[in-house]
């Protein structure tokens, strides 16, 4: 896979994450979680420039004064029904959303009766459809020290499809970050967004949904959230791994080699494919660019 130089799609936004290529909206959404909103990005039909639009808001939460500064959703996926699945800092949970009616119906906030932290990111398992989501403490204001943690665990979560019962699927990562899936289901990636454990990682998927131990693929242990973490991820159709992180575009094999880094500075946060894989989208702090993909 070759990424070509990038392209500015837009900017101004206070913190840019979670894109998500749909195409019957013809665009990509992203989640700017500082400011509550997701936004819709339109290609031009020919030349020009990007449009933008408010798709959601608020996408987190409604209260108009909530602690901290991350309220808003964060990572976006669609689910086996192509409804739109969001992580929402704001109210600690994972929501679909009913667009007909602009309702957001939850689909996971507790866990053994326990709130969950903040989920960060989501995707939806290829095989079996269920969700699974991430669940670190960032959106929180006090992070891994806030009063409102209900749970010591920063776990990785998975929502049955059929039963919408919420199980662990993996506790073994300081602060699971990123979530994807291989085609065929078989193995899951994360990323470790706590220093000194950044580290990009895979999982063998049990037949039961959980995951085996993790094994690394790439170690950061000099990352820090000043320079940025091992952040969101995204897989092509042909399996190859593309990471959000540090200094740029992480990219991996489909037999999870590493393969280097394309420079974005300062950081890459999140990733996404989109426009029938022609393209890779990346979230980079205040913009959203756009790789040409061969």
């Keep these: 896979m070759t990424l070509h130089a990038p392209t500015v799609v837009a900017d101004g936004f206070r913190w840019a994450e979670g894109p998500l290529w749909v195409d019957r909206l013809g665009g990509l959404l992203v989640s700017d979680v500082k400011a509550n909103t997701v936004f819709l ?5 020919a030349g020009g ?34 409804r739109v699945v969001l992580c ?6 994972v929501f679909v959303l009913d ?36 669940d670190p403490p960032f959106g929180l204001d006090g992070a891994f020290d806030d009063p409102r943690r209900e749970t010591d ?14 199980t662990l699927a993996s506790d073994a990562l300081w602060a699971p970050n ?9 193995a899951a990636y994360a990323t470790d967004s706590r ?12 037949a039961d949904g959980a995951f085996g131990p993790p094994r690394t693929l790439l170690g950061a242990p000099e990352a820090t959230f000043e320079t940025g ?11 190859t791994l593309v990471g959000g992180g540090p200094g740029g575009v992480y990219v991996f094999s489909p037999e999870e080699e590493f393969q280097g880094r394309v420079d974005l500075a300062p950081l890459a946060s999140n990733v996404a494919f989109g426009q029938g894989g022609r393209s890779l989208f990346a979230t980079a702090g205040d913009r959203v660019v756009r790789f040409e993909v061969d």
């Design 99 to 134: 667009e007909d009616r602009w309702t957001r119906r939850p689909l996971a906030t507790r866990t053994g009766g326990r709130r969950l932290n903040s989920p960060n990111d989501v995707t939806v398992c290829p095989v079996s459809g269920a969700v699974y989501l991430t």
């Design 41 to 45: 990005l339109r290609p031009p039909a």
């Design 178 to 186: 990123g979530i994807a899936f291989s085609p065929d289901g078989r």
């Design 229 to 239: 973490m091992p952040d969101g991820l995204a897989v092509a159709g042909d399996g």
């Design 153 to 166: 665990v920063c776990g990785i979560y998975r929502v049955d499809a059929a039963t919408g019962a919420v």
């Design 49 to 82: 420039v990007w449009t933008r639009e408010v798709f959601l808001r608020p996408s987190g939460t409604s209260d108009p004064h909530p602690p901290g500064q991350e309220h808003g959703a964060n990572g976006l996926a669609l689910d086996a029904d192509g």
């Design 88 to 93: 929402s800092h704001g109210e600690r949970g």
């Design 195 to 206: 220093p000194p454990h950044g580290r990009w990682v895979a999982f063998d998927v049990r």
